[in-house]
DNA sequence: AAATCGCTCAACCGCATCCCT
DNA sequence: CAGGGATGCGGTTGAGCGATT
């Protein structure tokens, strides 16, 4: 499958990989591991640049990739995380667990971007709040050719990002100040623990001293001085985006699990989520939830935006 | 049976960002 | 700090293949 091999003007293969070039990237990579792919080719004698052998190895060889059709569960997940973050494909995958970028797009592509256009046009289905974004040209009658695409505004330069953008239906603009904080040294050692080039300086939490009360009068985040309510301005939506980007389910062992973390929960969900009982690691439920968004998104927003 | 259509998905391309010197 | 190479990302392409005519 694929386009049939070319060969470029600096000799290097192109096209479909034959199973003895896999072979020499596997075995370069069990020697050396990921990177360095601008080695491979003079390492390995492998006719291939090393952007082409960074693709395969991500989007075929690499040993955690699920095969197989996507889920109900993930592909409910993917709507509600492109309705969160734009076409920003390697953020959506590093939420699906074996699922690449690459296969995400071209599921979206090829099935929800055509399922999301008959939502928008017919006003009684469930995910009719998905906005279908068209370029100019796109407004225009369909193009000859049957694929569908969905397009976010073009990407801004560095500290905003696509979800950011005021024209999607649903960013995080709109339900900024709705996320609390509970002790914000051990969200961010936790994010840390998951990923060391996140520095603390870089998840910019509001200092704003704001407890979370809630309808029934409970004070949900109790009276510790290091609560805080996460205040995502336009500017911190890349840090909402490095939060998405951390394994949640080590979010949840800092949470219940260790010594380490204990008596010091991380991340409080808003109200809603947590009398769903809805644990951040486990996908399933968190879609489900996410699905029901005119509830989480709650009263405390609506008040505060009206 | 042959031709055409439509879909899937691996791979390419160009641009942006990162990182090293 | 600047420049250049490496890497990552998203958009697009096109071969292969099953379904339909």
Known sequence: MGRGPRCSKD??????????????????????????????????????????????????????????????????????????????????AGRLPGRTDNEIKNYWNSNLAKKMAQAQSSPQSKCNNVIVQQTPDQAQPQQQCSRVSTVVPPRPPTSTIAAASPLHHRTLDDFCNNVAINNTNNLVKAVNSVDSRISSEDVSLSTTATTNTTSDGDDQLGSSPTNFMMDFNSDDHEDFCKILDCDFANLNNAIDGDDEHQGSPVLVLPKQMMDKNIQAADFGSLASFLESDEDWLGNDLNVMLS
Request: net charge positive; proline share 1%.
């Open 11 to 92: 000799g290097l293969n192109k096209g479909a990989w034959m199973a003895a070039e896999d072979k020499l990237l596997l075995d370069y990579i069990k020697n050396h591991g990921e990177g360095k792919w601008s080695n491979v080719a003079k390492e390995t004698g492998l006719k291939r640049c090393g952007k082409s052998c960074r693709l395969r190895w991500m989007n075929y060889l690499r040993p955690d990739i699920k095969r197989g059709s996507i889920s109900d569960d993930e592909e409910e997940l993917i709507i509600r995380l492109h309705k969160l973050l734009g076409n920003r494909w390697s953020l959506i």
